[in-house]
Nanobody
């Protein structure tokens, strides 16, 4: 059974930074798609950023220039560096990874941006 464990969430002031990390219980060498999603209270879950095995990335328009997704195959992690955080970034953040056509999700980590 594959497990994904997110960490790094917390409370931060507007303009601050957080780095989320998602560690997989198996090698991500064969993971062809990795991403971070978020769900704010009362809203639908949305894809924030993704990275494919070739290195191409996708970002939600509202986070472009502020968030950076990266993967480290040696550590089996996919990270999301979040800078210049805004109150509207407040949400539960989940990592999602695809191996051989199957998606797996972590339990999520909370991010709250407030003064």
């Amino acid at each position: 059974q594959v497990q994904l464990a997110e960490s790094g969430g917390g409370l931060v002031q507007p303009g601050g930074s957080l780095r989320l990390s998602c560690e997989a219980s198996r090698s991500i060498d064969s993971a062809d798609w990795m991403g971070w999603e978020r769900q704010a209270a009362g809203k639908q879950r949305e894809l924030v950023a993704s990275i494919v095995s070739g290195g191409r990335t996708y970002y939600l328009d509202s986070v472009k220039g502020r968030f950076t997704i990266s993967r480290d195959n040696a550590k089996n992690t996919v990270d999301l560096q979040m800078n210049s955080l805004k109150p509207e970034d407040t949400a539960d953040y989940y990592c999602r990874v695809r191996w051989y056509g199957y998606y797996y999700w972590g339990q999520g980590t909370q991010v709250a941006v407030s003064s």
